[in-house]
């Protein structure tokens, strides 16, 4: 007995190309599930402006005030002008021409001596003056040291048998007092300028009046000009317990 269907007709040879088919058709479908996108109309901006939610904006009423425009600034003062008559004789100066000319005599001027101006030397300390002032009786010393030291000698014994030491006593001063003494010999050979500086004040007015008793003196000399020259002297002596 012969078969009803044609061999042509029979699927089941193909059914592994319609199985691939099912699978790939699932799959699409799945994919565009998965990608597939909703939107909410409510939240759409189709670009239309809703006039009713502006809100209306109050603007500011000004008013226009005509203010005037300020006063022109007032006119220049005019100037006051002098009015000189013509009869008025005016003083005009002349002016001489400088330029000489072959009539005129020309005057020889004579040589102009220059006058040396006279520098003024301060005071000079006692130490590094040229000529040391000389003290009574140093006149015959010597040379400018041998005087130096006569001096200093002199000055010294002086003021020993001037000073009066008992005042140490009276003051309660004990042991060795020093009083320091500085004064000039000016350009007359006077004494000036006696400053002391000692442990008391009656030791200073002491120091003071002894110095002054110092005789005149032969002035000091730099540069062959008397000059002042300035002196310091320690007093020194001491009380007796």
Request: charged share 35%; glycine share 4%; net charge negative.
């Given at each position: 007995m012969e078969?009803?269907?044609?061999?042509?007709?029979?699927?089941?040879r193909k059914s592994t190309l319609f199985l691939q088919l099912g699978l790939i058709l699932v799959l699409f479908i799945t994919w565009q599930g998965i990608e597939w996108k909703t939107y909410d109309r409510s939240n759409i901006d189709i670009g239309q402006v809703n006039l009713d939610e502006l809100?209306?904006?109050?603007?500011?009423?000004?008013?226009n005030l005509n203010t005037p425009p300020p006063p022109p600034p007032p006119p220049p003062a005019p100037e006051i002008i002098d009015v000189v008559e013509d009869e008025e004789e005016v003083e005009e100066t002349i002016i001489e021409s400088t330029e000489t000319n072959q009539e005129e005599e020309i005057v020889e001027v004579e040589e102009v001596e220059d006058v040396e101006e006279e520098e003024e030397i301060g005071d000079v300390p006692f130490a590094v003056i040229e000529n040391v002032p000389v003290f009574p009786g140093c006149e015959n010393a010597g040379n400018n040291a041998a005087k130096k030291k006569c001096m200093s000698d002199k000055v010294k014994k002086f003021v020993n048998r001037k000073?009066?030491?008992?005042?140490?006593?009276?003051l309660g001063l004990s042991g060795v007092n020093r009083i320091y003494v500085r004064f000039k010999i000016d350009r007359s050979g006077n004494i000036v300028g006696v400053q002391a500086r000692g442990p008391h004040p009656r030791l200073e007015k002491e120091a003071n009046r002894v110095i002054k008793l110092l005789p005149k003196m032969t002035p000091g000399k730099q540069r062959g000009k008397a000059v002042g020259v300035l002196y310091s002297l320690p007093i020194v002596f001491q009380v007796q317990d």
């Open positions: 078969p009803k269907k044609n061999p042509k007709a029979d699927l089941t809100e209306e904006e109050d603007v500011p009423i000004t008013q000073f009066n030491t008992e005042l140490g006593s009276e």
